[in-house]
């Protein structure tokens, strides 16, 4: 779909635009947000992007990364415009109760811009374009490029194919389609240098990190079509990693053959989980991340639960069951 | 490049086509065989396929890969062409000399369509359409059929879709360009599924090769920019795992941010290994393989030696510090 026209005119006709997008940052979510900026400061336009810090350091190769600054020092009343980029609710941003009800009571112009399913909770009152279809939110912000008929340029080319890599999984995920291989084509003619950005993305674990993910493995539970992971607080203190040390974990244990369902339980806080789960192709697992109050995709959901980590498995596997899935 | 005259005209007036490929065939040899099979079919021609037996098991979901036949009970003479797919020299067809000296006997019309760096041992005498700048040898036989005017089938947009992704690790490598990315798309668009490639192709691991997996980082010595991984005979034997099962372990080790030159010895026999290496970006481990008696690409290469692990291991360091890769 083309972007809406009334999130356009706002781009058009505001001048000052704060970015924010969801807490641990991804791929898609620095990405998109960059494009976007880069996208207004083409229009003439003040944009800065704020989020949790620090950035993980796989996307320090992003350019002008370093110029996101701290989403606990928002300076909300200096923006016109807030624009949410990959999430559409602004519970997702931190996990600061108090920073979120700041963001919510913004005064401003509202606008929501993302492909994740609308997440209806409390009435944030935005100008939405949410495209639960489109593979990454950068898919969006190219067509807003597109709209606006501005040249892509290496930033933006670098920024965005890094956004759908990260959300297709380098082009594995259910959502690769000719669309988002033609997009991809489009942003290496562009300048985006892809085994550059691979490299980058995917190949630059620290040593603590793969120390981590050895700790997982050594620790997987594989009773197919189910893999369970998990990681307590203590193999995060052990490694020295922190949780965003952990993306693309949960997607290695889809490498199995018979396993079609994985789920990574990670404990941010004792006897709290944060739970990524997977599938691999018509299997659906938002409706079980749903079940907990969390949400996603079909092929890659999540969830938080207070509880301990058997407590925690035994309501997935009971989840899983009554849904027919296990 | 367009594909050569003198080819189109062979595949246009001759009626019984043999196809043959390299031995341990990947899914460019496989995917390339079949989608040229696929299209001279589509011509009304005779066509076959042999190649090394078992096909491995991963490549099991191509369409008809169940008619390739045997390249030990080869028919040479019921065929009036002899088509070498993915390899430039007979030699490469097969372990049994006396089999490839009987293929360079061959009377017909031979013709070589490859993407590899040209093997000029031996005179094959065939006619050439050798393009090492091309990522996959898919990609020129898609452009055969492009030729043709015929349109792209589901069977055929599979095989060239798998060709593809095994030569550029699914759009991960150095060879994945603006060109590769549209040529995908449009296989796309023809029918194939990119997710269901990806997961038949590189997410088909038994869980002993996943227990042969962890045991190798387990154990790997990690001094960057080198990762040195082992497997020894006792690990293949306790996960029940063979040789094979360890195809993209190394590539693993190159996840690791400092990492630049991976390595993986696995002893074959008691103190004989077969080593893998694998390096990033600009940097050669040809000559160091070769150092070895071994060979292959730039960023990937391999050689036998025979010794116990730590000796075979200190040989490779001082062979890579004389390269001032260490």
Same mark, same amino acid.
Request: with cysteine; proline share 4%.
């Given at each position: ?51 949790? /810090? ?269 849904? /027919?899935?296990?």
């Amino acid at each position: 779909m083309r972007p809406p026209e009334n999130i356009l005119e706002v781009l058009k006709n505001e001048d000052s635009f704060l970015i924010l997008t969801h807490s641990t940052p991804d791929g898609d979510a620095l990405g998109s947000s960059l494009a976007l900026k880069f996208l207004l400061r083409e229009l003439a336009k003040k944009a800065e992007i704020f989020t949790e /810090q620090p950035i993980p350091s796989q996307y320090k190769f992003l350019p002008e990364i370093e110029k996101i600054k701290n989403i606990r020092e928002l300076p909300l009343e200096a923006f016109k415009v807030l624009i949410l980029v990959d999430c559409n609710n602004p519970s997702r941003v931190d996990n600061d109760k108090k920073l979120v009800e700041k963001i919510e009571r913004f005064s401003g112009i509202k606008v929501i811009i993302d492909h994740h399913i609308e997440d209806k909770r409390g009435d944030f009152n935005a100008i939405k374009w949410i495209e639960p279809e489109e593979a990454a939110t950068g898919i969006m912000i190219y067509k807003i490029i597109k709209a606006f008929g501005i040249n892509l340029d290496y930033a933006m080319a670098t920024a965005l194919y890094t956004a759908i890599i990260i959300d297709t999984g380098n082009f594995q995920f259910d959502n690769t389609s000719e669309h988002v291989l033609t997009i991809a084509a489009e942003l290496v003619r562009a300048g985006a240098k892809p085994s550059y950005i691979y490299e980058q993305s995917f190949e630059s674990w620290s040593l603590n990190r793969f120390n981590l993910f050895v700790n997982m493995l050594t620790n997987v539970e594989i009773t197919p079509p189910l893999a369970v992971g998990y990681l307590r607080k203590d193999d995060f203190e052990k490694t020295g990693t922190e949780e965003s040390d952990t993306e693309r974990f949960v997607e290695f244990l889809r490498t199995i053959k018979d396993v079609t369902i994985a789920a990574l339980f990670r404990e941010i806080e004792e006897n709290f989980f944060k739970v990524s789960l997977r599938s691999k192709g018509s299997l659906d697992v938002n409706p079980i991340a749903r079940a907990f109050g969390g949400g996603g995709h079909k092929n890659a959901s999540g969830y938080r639960i207070r509880s301990s980590f058997e407590e925690a498995k035994n309501k997935l596997i009971e989840v899983l069951k009554s849904n /027919q899935m296990l």
